[in-house]
């Protein structure tokens, strides 16, 4: 393969790093839920009152000056979010260096009651969409949604490249070197959340699924309806040190991306999650396992391990290890990589994030890798 091709896919891989999903470190470290900070009770992209002001005020080193008035309102209702994220990377396989826009999202948010939510989100550079309607209907605040979103399974980490989120994207191979919940992955159905306790959170959905940029609803009746649930305990032990426990299940049949192997086949995806907070340091890991995804008849499993540390306010150092099998009866198939970095948030609504990955496969191959990102947001 020519140098050109090689550095094009690593420019991909990398690329599309860093949407704007909730950090469950910070749930953790506080002895929370994501959507304490987050409009979508699973968590992600447009904070809340609380997360807009612990992004203004708690995680950054300097915080807005008191003196600058600054919310997240158009009126009494109307609740509204940024995220802009660009980057500087660097590929040891083709000795070359680039600037890269990433994504550009714009987020709302419309209560038209106390129990009522309408939501929106578009991605402007990659072009894909979310839509729905949250209704806090149920009891004990529990929701019922409908519309285009993103189903709840796992730790929703804010970069999909790690294997248990989408991974490589099929770049490298045609096998799936990854889960399918890259960015732009959704679904359009309906999906209920029932809080059954103060710690005790369980979600389940059913609809028609979607995947990749660009995307496009595609004729109806084509794919099999997707079923995805989840249940999440988030206990405190000892009034100190809060815990993440959990697992998923996800089933779906039909084609919704290109590397699935067979254009009707049936997909099983079950895990397992777990995490705690000790003081400034926060341990989260899932473990996901496949089967028919990659191909027929084959298991795959991916591991997702991350432990994060917060030296200062403001500076977080954080190291991952990610691993995928496409194929648990074949040797050598195996992909794994770690990640270090930093994450500094030098004020408010400011992130820069420099990280070197180092990609191990058989055989190996000189690929490693440093990036870094510029995330603006509010």
Excluded at 151 to 163: E, F, M, Q, S
Excluded at 324 to 338: A, G, H, I, Q, T
Aim: charge should be neutral.
């Amino acid at each position: 393969m020519k140098k050109s091709k090689y550095f094009l896919i690593i420019f991909f891989i990398i690329s599309f790093t860093e949407m704007s999903y909730s950090l469950p470190r910070f749930a953790l470290r506080m002895g929370g839920q994501c959507a304490d900070c987050h409009v979508n009770p699973t968590g992600g992209e447009l904070r809340n009152k609380g997360g807009f002001h612990f992004e203004q005020n708690v995680l950054p080193m300097f915080s807005a000056h008191k003196d600058i008035k600054t919310n997240d309102k158009i009126g009494d209702n109307i609740f509204f979010g940024l995220d802009y994220r660009t980057q500087y990377l660097y590929s040891q396989q083709v000795k070359r260096s680039d600037f890269q826009k990433m994504n550009a999202s714009i987020y709302t948010d419309v209560n038209l009651t106390d129990k009522l939510d309408i939501y929106g989100m578009y991605d402007f550079i990659n072009q894909f969409w979310e839509a729905y309607g949250v209704a806090h209907i149920l009891p004990n605040g529990s929701y019922i949604k409908a519309g285009t979103y993103s189903p709840n399974y796992g730790i929703r980490l804010d970069d999909h490249t790690a294997y248990t989120r989408g991974g490589d994207l099929a770049f490298i191979t045609n096998s799936s070197y990854g889960l399918i919940y890259q960015p732009g992955f959704t679904e359009t159905g309906v999906e209920v959340g029932a809080y059954l306790s103060n710690f005790v959170f369980l979600t389940a959905s059913v609809g028609n699924p979607h995947q990749g940029f660009a995307v496009t609803d595609p004729a109806i009746f084509t794919n099999d309806p997707s079923f995805t649930a989840s249940l999440q305990l988030t206990p405190v032990i000892a009034n100190k040190v809060p815990l993440l426990i959990g697992g998923s299940y996800s089933t779906f049949k039909g084609r919704i991306g290109s590397y699935i192997p067979k254009e009707y086949s049936k997909v099983n995806m079950y895990g397992g999650f777990l995490g705690f907070g000790i003081g400034n340091f926060t341990l989260t890991g899932e473990y996901d396992i496949a089967k028919d995804l990659t191909q027929n008849n084959a298991t795959a499993k991916a591991l997702m391990v991350q432990g994060t540390y917060q030296v200062v306010k403001g500076l977080e150092a954080v190291v991952r290890y990610d691993r995928f099998d496409p194929n648990k009866d074949v040797s050598n198939d195996e992909l794994s990589r770690w990640v270090i970095g930093f994450e500094f948030y030098p004020y408010s609504f400011i992130e820069v994030r420099p990280q070197y990955r180092i990609q191990m496969e058989t055989p190996a191959v000189d690929n490693n890798s440093f990036v870094l990102q510029f995330h603006f947001y509010y």
